[in-house]
Every structure is written in C-alpha cells, then in structure tokens.
C-alpha cells in the first residue's frame, strides 16, 4: 500500500512539473510573439494642389522593431469593385527603410487624370521584403478632400430633409467626368450673388413668391448660362410654382399620399403611392416627360429645367430600396443625370449630347492610336522566316538528304535545323525590335508656362513577363492613364504598378500576355521651353483661317494645327525661326462644321486613312499632334484660339534599356 502510495504521488509530481513546463513554453512563446509583434501608426491626409497630381501625405511610425520594407497606396474604385470594395488598379509603392521607434512623412503623389472618380477607398499597406503584410489601414474618400466638385445649392425650408442630394459622396458623371456634390444652404437675399458659383439649383418646399424681380432675373439669366434648375413640388406645389409663372407649368391638382393617381405616372423609380403627387400640366408644350425619374424637363438656354410632380424633402424620408431596388444615391443620380442632360455642354447641343461625347474619351482613343504606325513591327519578314523553316525542315530536308544518300542523317539535321532557325528568328526580332520594351511618348508643353508637362506614353513588350522602367530625371510622379480597363486583383497583386525609390520612379505592368499594351502618364518639373509661337490670326469664310504664324521656338515643326473655337486646321512644315502665311501654308486636314470639336472630325476623317494608307509613314507624328489637340479640346474652352506644333526626336521620357519613339507638342494660345 505505501509503495503504492509513493508510486502515485511521483506521477502527480510529474504530471505538475509537465503542466509547469508546457505553461512556460506557453509563456516564451507568448513572450517571443510579443517581442516580434510591430506596432504601426498610419496616418494620410491631402495637401492643397493646383497641380496635376492628388498630393497624399503618408506618415508612418514605428514603435516596434527596425523595420525595412515597401509602403503600397492602393484607391479603390467604388464604382467598380462593388459596395466600398478595395479593389484597385494601380499599387504606388514606396521603399522606406523605418528604424525602432522612428517616425517618417512623405508625399505620393498620384495623377488626377489616373482616376475616373474620387469616391473610393484609399489604403495603406506596409509590406516586407517577402511582401507580406505587416500593417494596413484604409481611407474612405481621401481624395475628395481636394476633388473638384459640383456645387448645388439648395433654397428650401427644409434643408436637412435634402442634405441626402449630395449623394453620401458618391459622384455624378456630368459633362465627361465624375465629381462629388457639395450642397451650398441658400437664402432669400443671397441668391442672386450666389447663382454663378452653382452647376445645380434645387428649389423645393419653399414659397417662391416672397422671391424678386431682380432674383428671378439672375436665375433665368444663370439658366441661359447653362445652369440647371431642378423643382420638387408635391404637396407644396403651389407654393413652389407661385413666384415662377415663367416656367409655364401649372399644378391642377395634388393627390394625396396612397390616393390612386392618374395615369400618366406610370413607371417610376419610386412608389409614388407612399408620396403626395402633383398633377403638372405644360401650358406651352415646352417640356418632355423623363422616364422613371417622372420629371417634366427642357433645355433652356445653354441650361437645363426639371420639374418633379413629388417633393425632393418627402422622397428623402422614404426607404426607396424596397420598391425597384434602388438605393437613395441611385435614384437621386438618375435625377440629376437626365435633367441636366438636357443642357447644352460645352461639346455640342441637345438631349445628352453632354453626357456621351467629351473630349477626354477622344485623347484616350489617340493615346491607343499612338506606335500603330511604326514600322518597327512589321511581322512579314518573321512569317516568311517561320514559313520557310516549317517548309525546310519537313519534306525538303528529307529529299536533300535522300539525294544525298545521307537520309539516315535526318535526326540530327532536324535539331540543327531548328537551332538555326531560331537564331534567325531571334536576329530578325532584334532587327525589328521585339525584343525589350516599346515606349511611344508624346509630351505636351504650354509655353506661356503655368502646370507642369506632361507626357502621355504606349508601352508594351514582347515577353509574357513583368516589367518595369525607370523615368528620366525631373519626373515626379506617374500613373496609368485612366478608361483603359486596367485589371483588378483582389488578391493583392496589381496589373500595373509605380515605384519610387529616393528621387527616382519606376512605372511598369504585370503582363497577361506577350505584346500586352499599356498606358501611362508622367508628369515632370523641366525649364520651359525657350521661345515662342506668335500669331496673328482671323476666321474666314472662304479658308476658314487666315493669318501669319511664327515660330519662334529652337524645334521644327513637322505639322501643326490651329484651333479657333471648335474648329481645326492642320498644316504642314513650319521650321524654326520660320514664319508662314496661312494661305500658302500646305494644309493636310479642315474641319469647319462646328460640330462637337475638330480632334474627333480628325481622328475618324483623317487619321484612320493615313493609318491605312497614303502616308502611312508620318502616322505616328500625326497621332501625336492630335494628342495634343484633344488635350486642349478637354481643357473645354471653346473661345480658345490656339496654334501647336509637333517636333520629332523630343527628350526621351525612359531612362533605361528600352526602344523610345518620342514625340513633343508645344502650344501657345493666343
């Protein structure tokens, strides 16, 4: 019994001391994770910029170990990756090397012509030297901070049931581009004063008799300036009509909330049963009924009317999402969006013209044009190559060996064949440069100075692999040029990719395939260009244009073209030092309609044929002036008089091993 005894308690000693000693293995390790645990503060905010580019100002603070490593600035795009997804398109990395206890602030700086919106998710991620995350924090709507927006102003009683028109920050596409809403609360005596910072005026649950003469002059007047006026009316429509007989719209009656309706609302974005409706009769034949959002709307002057037969603050109240699934944003972007499509944009007249055709779509299409006219990949030669290898190397072979009496050779020769073979194709590939990575680049440059030079550039290379260059020096920040579909990754790898490392940046992309095209902008901090382009020009009925150029730049000008309001002309030849007349300038292209603006009449009237045929060989430099042209179209002045020149051979935008057609446009507006 007492061996027993003894026996029991030496396997209860053990059994404490085996708990003891996994408890402290637990605890070294606990003590292990904890001693290699980082602690990592992120912070980013916007800086004030005029410029081209969104300034981010990361800081990062370390309180845990030495730390070395990439900071990756990724912007979802809201629009495309879902509800606030973090998907991006593009990684903007930093090498940062971050010692115990330190604490660093940097810029990255990311071009606004990189986006198509502002109202994604920015997110920060420190990544290792294997890449994985060490720490990581997002950003909602960083960017809007500095986007330029879409000012509405709001007269009503009611403001805070309208506070939601702003969308929640989501952004309208409106004359080309996307922009945020920022609602401005407006008073009676302040309007007037007001009205020319507005895009949007929202008149609703408000008595717009008490408004004055001289205030509904400047509203008519900022309607005929290319304004739009929207009016929500409901169950106080006769109230908010009262001060605007002008408008020729007359409530007749108002059915109450869930009283049947007459039968012209039919379909609409919003259960109208749970809304007070007013009955809208268009005195004059003025207005169209717009489907589903059930506004009555009209072009007026350069601007836009949309009158809806409910109140903007009632629909504000509702849960519109359990009726046709829209959201709250949706329906009141669809609002916005077929109201002001009636007023006339600066791209041309009529219902929606505004909304589908700008200027910035047609600089992308030439951006994609620009390198189709190179010779330097011409394939014919490769194919008679290959052709003539698959024809040798199969029954000609073996006849030449059979007459040779030597066919019992016929495995060997095979393997020696292809190896020359090979060779040949390689050298020929060489010769026609496929081998590394092709850079076509056109720059643009304001002489009269003012934001910094751009170069816009087509890049693709012929092996199915990563790649990257680095930009000369001067360039201080790159990015992909936006529409261009870039793949998104949820998996944290991005298609294209910017690197900086000290005062040097890297652009590149991860290919899907070989000859895989991909564009890109960079902007660079230079001298300006010395000289001038001085002009003296007049419209003409008969030439269109007429008037003396010089120019008086250090570059020849291979082609230029001249822009007076939408019109566009483009020449040949202008020398440096040179000056031309007009009427004996040798004129390639004109365009004198008017309609919409000269890049897109160049683009599908002129250059597709040169792409085609007759001068096939100045392709390239004919597409890069009309890069050049577009861009000023899409500065949307359409009183611009404007000359600019293109120049071959222009400072190469890589500093490394690649083959660079490059090309420059130099403008002045008179």
């Known amino acids: 019994?007492?061996?027993?005894?003894?026996?029991?308690?030496?396997?209860?000693?053990?059994?404490?001391?085996?708990?003891?000693?996994?408890?402290?293995?637990?605890?070294?390790?606990?003590?292990?994770?904890?001693?290699?645990?980082?602690?990592?503060?992120?912070?980013?905010?916007?800086?004030?910029?005029?410029?081209?580019?969104?300034?981010?100002?990361?800081?990062?603070?370390?309180?845990?170990?030495?730390?070395?490593?990439?900071?990756?600035?990724?912007?979802?795009?809201?629009?495309?990756s879902g509800s606030y997804g973090s998907a991006a398109t593009c990684a903007y990395d930093t090498i940062l090397s971050l010692p115990s206890g330190s604490r660093k602030q940097f810029v990255v700086k990311v071009p606004k012509d990189s986006l198509n919106r502002t109202d994604g998710i920015v997110k920060v991620s420190l990544l290792d030297k294997k890449q994985d995350i060490a720490a990581q924090k997002e950003f909602n709507r960083l960017l809007q901070a500095q986007a330029k927006s879409l000012s509405m102003g709001i007269l009503s009683d009611e403001y805070l049931s309208l506070t939601y028109l702003d969308m929640g920050g989501n952004e309208l596409y409106y004359r080309g581009s996307n922009y945020p809403i920022k609602l401005v609360e407006l008073e009676q005596d302040s309007l007037a004063d007001t009205l020319d910072a507005l895009s949007f005026l929202v008149i609703d649950s408000y008595n717009t008799s008490v408004l004055s003469d001289k205030v509904l002059e400047s509203i008519e007047q900022w309607l005929n300036d290319g304004g739009v006026l929207i009016i929500g009316t409901g169950g106080s429509a006769e109230n908010v009509l009262s001060g605007l007989d002008d408008l020729g719209i007359q409530c007749t009656r108002i059915y109450e909330q869930g009283e049947e309706v007459y039968n012209s609302y039919e379909y609409s974005y919003v259960?109208?049963?749970?809304?007070?409706?007013?009955?809208?009769?268009?005195?004059?034949?003025?207005?169209?009924?717009?489907?589903?959002?059930?506004?009555?709307?009209?072009?007026?002057g350069n601007g836009a009317v949309g009158i809806l037969p409910y109140s903007l603050s009632e629909l504000g109240k509702l849960d519109v999402s359990d009726y046709q699934g829209y959201t709250q944003e949706?329906?009141?972007?669809?609002?916005?969006?077929?109201?002001?499509?009636?007023?006339?944009?600066?791209?041309?007249?009529?219902?929606?013209?505004?909304?589908y055709n700008d200027a910035r779509y047609t600089f992308n299409r030439f951006c994609y044009l620009l390198g189709n006219g190179s010779s330097h990949l011409q394939f014919g030669g490769l194919k008679i190559i290959v052709i003539l290898y698959v024809i040798f190397v199969g029954p000609i072979l073996y006849l030449i060996l059979r007459f040779a009496k030597k066919w019992d050779f016929y495995w060997v020769a095979v393997p020696v064949?292809?190896?020359?073979?090979t060779f040949l194709v390689y050298i020929a590939g060489r010769g026609f440069e496929v081998v590394g990575t092709n850079v076509f680049s056109t720059t643009i440059e304001n002489l009269s100075g003012g934001e910094g030079v751009q170069t816009?550039?087509?890049?693709?290379?012929?092996?199915?692999?990563?790649?990257?260059?680095?930009?000369?020096?001067?360039?201080?920040?790159?990015?992909?040029?936006?529409?261009?579909?870039?793949?998104?990754?949820?998996?944290?790898?991005?298609?294209?990719?910017?690197?900086?490392?000290?005062?040097r940046i890297f652009f590149g992309i991860d290919p899907s395939a070989g000859f895989e095209d991909s564009y890109f902008l960079a902007g660079i901090a230079k001298e300006p260009e010395k000289g001038s382009i001085s002009s003296d020009l007049q419209a003409d009925g008969q030439l269109g244009v007429k008037g003396i150029i010089t120019n008086e730049t250090e570059r020849d000008f291979r082609y230029f073209a001249v822009m007076i309001n939408t019109h566009l002309f483009v020449y040949k030849d202008l020398p440096a030092g040179e000056e031309i007349h007009l009427e004996r300038a040798e004129k390639v292209f004109d365009d004198t309609t008017g309609y919409y603006n000269g890049a897109e009449s160049y683009f599908y009237n002129y250059l597709s044929d040169v792409q085609r045929r007759d001068k096939k060989e100045d392709a390239d430099i004919l597409t890069a002036l009309g890069i050049g042209v577009s861009y000023l179209y899409s500065l949307g002045d359409t009183d611009m008089v404007a000359v600019i020149g293109v120049c071959e051979d222009w400072d190469k935008a890589v500093d490394d091993n690649c083959n660079e057609v490059s090309f420059g446009c130099l403008y002045e507006v008179q």
């Open 330 to 355: 949706e329906v009141v972007e669809n609002i916005l969006w077929r109201v002001s499509g009636y007023a006339v944009s600066s791209y041309g007249s009529g219902k929606y013209t505004g909304q």
């Open 456 to 503: 816009y550039m087509r890049c693709y290379d012929a092996g199915h692999k990563e790649w990257n260059l680095r930009l000369a020096e001067g360039y201080e920040y790159a990015g992909p040029l936006e529409d261009n579909n870039y793949r998104s990754n949820d998996d944290e790898t991005y298609y294209y990719h910017i690197k900086r490392e000290g005062d």
């Open 271 to 300: 259960d109208i049963s749970r809304l007070a409706m007013a009955e809208l009769i268009d005195r004059n034949g003025t207005y169209e009924e717009e489907y589903g959002v059930l506004a009555l709307t009209c072009s007026w």
């Open 1 to 80: 019994m007492g061996n027993r005894k003894k026996k029991n308690r030496r396997v209860l000693r053990m059994l404490i001391l085996g708990i003891l000693f996994c408890c402290l293995c637990m605890g070294g390790a606990g003590i292990t994770a904890k001693a290699e645990e980082q602690v990592f503060i992120i912070d980013a905010e916007m800086l004030p910029s005029n410029k081209s580019a969104y300034e981010v100002q990361l800081t990062i603070e370390n309180q845990g170990q030495d730390w070395e490593g990439t900071v990756r600035l990724t912007i979802g795009d809201k629009y495309y």
């Open 417 to 421: 064949a292809t190896l020359v073979g």
